[in-house]
Nanobody, 123 residues
Framework: QVQLVESGGGLVQAGGSLRLSCAAS????????AGWFRQAPGKEREFVAA????????YYADSVAGRFTISRDNAKNTVYLQMNSLKPEDTAVYYC????????????????WGQGTQVTVSS
């Protein structure tokens, strides 16, 4: 059974940092791209960042570019999202996702999704 398990969320003050992790298990994800998405209360889920299998291509939403960094460790089947200079508007449930297509991820579509981790940024 495929599982994507996010961790690292929590409560942080504005200007602080958090590092999210997403551990994948249950199948081989060789060649898969990975991404992070978020959904704030009352809003639709939105794309945050994506990375290809080799890690040499990354994409970010304009709202997080320069503050967030996506990375991966394929030996550990884990994808990370380093979030710096957090703002109250970053408050949301953050989800990781895997898909064979980086393009699909950037469009918000993925074959596999995690359950999400809450990030709350206080002002």
């Amino acid at each position: 059974q495929v599982q994507l398990v996010e961790s690292g969320g929590g409560l942080v003050q504005a200007g602080g940092s958090l590092r999210l992790s997403c551990a994948a298990s249950g199948r081989t994800f060789s060649g898969y791209s990975a991404g992070w998405f978020r959904q704030a209360p009352g809003k639709e889920r939105e794309f945050v960042a994506a990375i290809n299998w080799s890690g040499d291509s990354t994409y970010y939403a304009d709202s997080v570019a320069g503050r967030f960094t996506i990375s991966r460790d394929n030996a550990k089947n884990t994808v990370y999202l380093q979030m710096n200079s957090l703002k109250p508007e970053d408050t949301a449930v953050y989800y990781c996702a895997y898909d064979e297509s980086l393009r699909s991820l950037r469009r918000g579509r993925a074959n596999y999704w995690g359950q999400g981790t809450q990030v709350t940024v206080s002002s």
